[in-house]
């Protein structure tokens, strides 16, 4: 069984606020995209790897980070597009001989190799492996003036990660539709599959260190969680 990731780098990083765009900022001595690249790379269930990033950014990534840090399992470093969706779109497009695929945002740097095994089984087993934790605060949903419309049972809310894992061809026929229906707003892979063929997404336990990088106050965590992170890779464990 093929395995390829689609590892997102094309964002423009605007809640971060920062000259640099938050996928290339340093974390501990290196670039944040470069932690997800490493843990894919370093996955024997993962054949191929294609980064998604911006047109601009296409020399930098293959000179910068793929080729000095000897990640041999990117392929393909391709343009995505102004929305996060059209940037997966890119990368399915250039995926080629794959069953499985792996949707990661280059954001995260603290996915691990089980979080990439366990969504491939799910994706096999269930049609798909959603990445995500338990949500830890109420959620309301509110209306344009902020007076609240619902509170969901929070036993049933959970916070969307990545990765988010498919079967290749169901993923690819998803966008298709949904980009042939020109549906907007669509913020995670998981919503794709559910308005292309009205299918459930099935949840994979992620981690509360898995966080995405969005606001400058992440990059302080980010940095506790990767102390600790280098701490086990140099204990083995
Ligand atoms: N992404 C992408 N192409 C886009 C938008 C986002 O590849 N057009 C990627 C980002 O680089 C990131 C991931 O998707 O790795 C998750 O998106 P998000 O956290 O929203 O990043 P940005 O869109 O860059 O940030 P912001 O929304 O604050 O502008
Ligand atoms: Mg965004």
Request: charged share 25%; glycine share 6%; net charge neutral.
């Amino acid at each position: 069984m093929r395995c390829a990731a689609i590892i997102l780098a094309a964002g423009k990083g605007s809640r971060m606020n920062s000259n640099t765009q938050k996928q290339y900022m340093e974390l501990e001595g290196f670039p944040i995209l470069y932690y997800s690249l490493q843990t894919f790379e370093q996955s024997a269930l993962v054949d191929e790897i294609v980064l998604v990033t911006g047109e601009r950014e296409i020399e930098y990534c293959t000179k910068q980070i793929v080729e000095r840090y000897q990640f041999h399992k990117v392929t393909k470093i391709v343009p995505g597009g102004s929305e996060r969706y059209l940037s997966v779109y890119e990368g399915l497009r250039v995926v080629q001989d794959t069953d499985i695929v792996l949707i990661h945002d280059g954001a995260r740097p603290f996915v691990t190799e089980d979080m990439i095994q366990r969504t491939i089984e799910s994706a096999g087993a269930c049609g798909s492996g959603i990445t995500a934790v338990p949500a830890k605060d109420t959620v309301k949903i509110v209306n344009g003036e902020l007076f609240s419309v619902e509170t969901p049972p929070r036993e049933r809310v959970w916070m969307m990660q990545t990765p988010q894992t498919f079967p290749y061809e169901t993923i690819l026929r998803a966008y298709e539709k949904v980009i042939a229906q020109r549906i907007k707003n669509i913020t995670d892979d998981a919503m794709v599959l559910e308005l292309a063929f009205h299918k459930p997404v099935r949840i994979v336990e992620g981690s509360y260190s898995n966080i995405k990088i969005t606001t400058p106050e992440d990059l302080d965590l980010a940095a506790i969680f990767c102390k600790k992170r280098n701490k086990k890779f140099e204990k083995g464990y």
